[in-house]
């Protein structure tokens, strides 16, 4: 598990129209190097703080795991952030915390 902030795309950059509420939330995890990633796509999951107004985005705190215990852990160490789809459709930027 990650400790991880979010940042909602707004609706004029193909985001969401709010961001999901607090608790937990699932979606599509895409890494820089996942260059055929929606035919091999890894789904995690969050549980998020409510989001909070931040320089005209919304953000959220919290932390993200794989939902497959198969899935590449390493990428969560290996990367700073990576983006999350619903569908097509890029919804955020995660910002994984270093400890």
Known sequence: MATV???WLN???GG???PPPTGRYY???RFPDDKTWQNNAWSVIFELSPPQDVDDHKL???SVSFMMENAPMEKMSDYDSFEIYEGPHKVGIVFIEKS
Do not use: I
């Open 60 to 62: 959220s705190s919290g």
């Open 5 to 7: 902030k979010v940042k």
């Open 11 to 13: 609706p004029n950059e």
């Open 27 to 29: 979606s599509v995890a």
């Open 16 to 18: 969401r129209k709010n």
